[in-house]
């Protein structure tokens, strides 16, 4: 179980992730901070994605080690592109996106790099609006084929009957940043 | 044709099944306006697959289920394969067991042919990505997500 000092700490790795991510420019932070941020004040302690938006998390909330968190990360190219992606695991948000980046060989050898840290959540609606979340960065940032992404697979299908469960949901978490662009 | 409709309706009890499990146990004060509202829309999502006998709809929300299921707690997570082994036989562990083998062919074969063989490769990666001792596997993993997603961009037309 994650309690008191191990809390601060982990909330203050997020702080350092965030203020790296916001020195990118334009980044989704700027856009969607300070929803979470609302959503913790109005809410209480409750999810990760509110830990990144501000500091109510730190030496109140108690989680549990075995139980899988859930990030978004963005890599970044020189040439201004960006890599979107997810992933899940075990530990810090920060050490799930490390862990995740360490494998992606090729994308990393093609000059991605810079991982920063998005949004983390935990729970099966943590998971949910994890995966919205993925496929509204997509979009925020022009979408499949737009010259700024690299990705060229959507995060959820078009076809997902639960894309648009996803799409809410990570409104609901994380603030909505992108138009939703799923068929169902 | 009668394959697919006991198909579709395994899928629509099973991921029903999962649902209802997460809104009991999974559900707290704190995620009760969002957990209510997730599952009822689900359930909407679900039906709807059903009646419009979408079977890859279905199929596609039966692996994100179990994706999702995977999200709970882990005391949770045995509780629900406890479940599911007594109402259909076999639990989440076999249908992992399944998607293993349909990832071997694929690794066998050396390349991804579809996106769903490409999300299904992505699922496994991020399972792996909480574990130790499967980088080799993640390594490999991730060349053929990157590879699909390379030639599908250079034989992009926007």
Redesign the interface.
């Known amino acids: 179980m994650i309690t008191g000092a191990f809390s601060f700490l982990f909330n203050e790795r997020l702080h350092r992730v965030q203020d790296k991510g916001d020195s990118d420019g334009a980044d989704p932070w700027v856009a969607a901070g300070t929803v979470a941020l609302s959503l913790s004040a109005a809410d209480g302690p409750l999810l990760f994605g509110d830990a990144i938006g501000s500091v109510v998390l730190a030496g109140a909330a108690v989680y549990d080690l075995t139980q899988r968190v859930y990030v978004t990360y963005i890599l970044h190219h020189p040439n201004g592109q960006v890599y979107l992606g997810r992933a899940s695991g075990f530990g810090t948000p920060y050490q799930v996106m490390m862990r995740r980046y360490y494998h992606h060989n090729k994308w990393r050898a093609l000059g991605f790099g810079k991982p920063s840290l998005d949004r983390a959540a935990i729970g099966p609606f943590g998971y949910a609006a994890i995966r919205g979340r993925e496929q509204q960065l997509i979009d925020f940032y022009g979408g499949i084929g737009s010259p700024k992404v690299a990705n060229i697979i959507r995060g959820v299908g078009r076809y997902n009957i639960k894309g648009r469960v996803y799409h809410y949901t990570s409104n609901y978490y994380f603030g909505n940043i992108a138009p939703y662009t799923g068929i169902f | 044709m009668i394959k697919s409709k006991e198909e579709i309706e395994f899928l629509k009890d099973w991921i029903n099944e999962i649902n209802e499990f997460?809104l009991r146990n999974?559900i707290s004060e704190?995620?009760m306006e969002?957990?209510t509202?997730?599952i009822k829309?689900?359930k909407r999502?679900?039906e709807?697959?059903y009646r419009n006998q979408?079977i890859?709809?279905?199929r596609?929300?039966f692996h994100?289920t179990n994706?999702?299921?995977?999200?709970?707690?882990?005391d949770n997570v045995n509780r629900l394969n406890r479940v599911l082994k007594s109402k259909f036989g076999f639990d989440l562990n076999s249908q992992n067991k399944k998607d293993l083998v349909k990832i071997k062919a694929i690794v066998d074969r050396g390349h991804i042919k579809t996106?769903g063989e490409?999300?299904l490769i992505k699922g496994r990666?991020?399972?792996l990505?909480?574990m130790d001792g499967h980088?080799e596997e993640?390594?490999r993993l991730?060349?053929l997500m990157?590879?699909?997603?390379?030639s599908?961009?250079n034989n992009?037309k926007?």
Do not use: V
Not at chain 2, 67 to 74: C, N, P, R
Not at chain 2, 146 to 150: F, I, K, Q, R, S
């Open positions: 997460i999974e704190k995620t969002i957990g509202w997730f829309e689900s999502a679900i709807e697959a979408n890859r709809g279905l596609c929300a994100d994706e999702m299921a995977y999200a709970m707690k882990q996106n490409y999300y990666i991020d399972a990505n909480g980088e993640m390594n991730d060349r990157t590879d699909y997603e390379l599908k961009r992009a926007y």
